[in-house]
């Protein structure tokens, strides 16, 4: 993983990816964006290390698995380069004010939040909408895909399934949450393991503070309007 000037390498395939993602305007307005990651940095996060213990999937909500859930902060992944780089490149003012100009949300002020995730056979969600104390959501797939499409569920509400999102490896799909943002994961066949990254960015309720990758920095832009 040491690899001459891959920080930078890193954030400006980000950068790209995410600056020149497609709008969607059906459920809800988000965006995708493919080659999110540089091949050595998505291999890298392929093969991190998984919790193998078994997921009690019954409810349909990752919560139910709370003690089990896998973030990048403190000694957890962040022991590894590739995951600092990757998660200063989402803390940084630059990113913030990327967001900003793309997607017309100000995320200064809030803290940044990764979750690691493996989903595996049985897995699904049930359509919801994220809490209030996110103000962003953006996952990047990891896995190849085997058998059916593996992309999340969109809703155009709570009891309607619009479509999944077209699942690929290097691609990130992101959304301001609001109560119109339903989303989840229609029961299918999962016949490897699903590996993604949940980014959030959340307010300073959030009191899970060792799932923050940096508790005690609050994010800024490069420029705040007067």
């Known amino acids: 993983m040491n690899r001459p000037n891959s920080a930078s390498l890193i954030s400006a395939s ?15 307005l988000h965006w995708t964006a493919d080659n999110l990651l540089p091949q050595p940095t998505l291999a890298d996060f392929q093969n991190l290390p998984t919790c193998m213990r078994d997921m009690d999937y019954s409810e ?9 859930r896998q973030y990048l902060h403190g000694n957890s992944f962040m022991k590894f380069e590739a995951e600092q780089e990757f998660t200063s490149a989402f803390q940084a003012p ?6 900003y100009e793309k997607c017309g949300v100000d995320l200064s002020n809030t803290y940044l939040r990764i979750e690691y995730t493996c989903d595996r056979e049985g897995f699904w969600l049930e359509p919801h909408t994220d809490i209030g104390a996110k103000k962003f959501t953006l996952m990047i797939y990891l896995s190849e895909a085997h058998g059916e499409e ?13 479509s999944n999102t077209p699942w690929a490896p290097n691609r990130a799909m992101f959304f301001i949450p609001s109560d119109d ?5 229609e029961k299918r066949e999962i016949n490897a393991p699903r590996k993604s990254l949940i980014i959030n960015y959340v307010t300073s309720e959030w009191r899970a503070r060792h799932e923050l990758a ?5 994010t800024e832009r490069l420029t705040i309007a007067a």
Do not use: C, V
């Open 60 to 68: 349909g909500q990752r919560a139910t698995n709370n003690k089990l």
């Open 150 to 162: 593996w992309g999340t569920s969109l809703y155009s509400d709570k009891e309607t399934f619009h």
């Open 14 to 28: 980000i950068f790209h990816a995410l600056r020149t993602a497609t709008p969607h305007k059906a459920p809800f």
């Open 94 to 99: 630059q990113m913030i004010e990327l967001f």
């Open 181 to 185: 943002t339903w989303h989840g994961f």
């Open 214 to 218: 940096f508790p005690e920095a609050l």
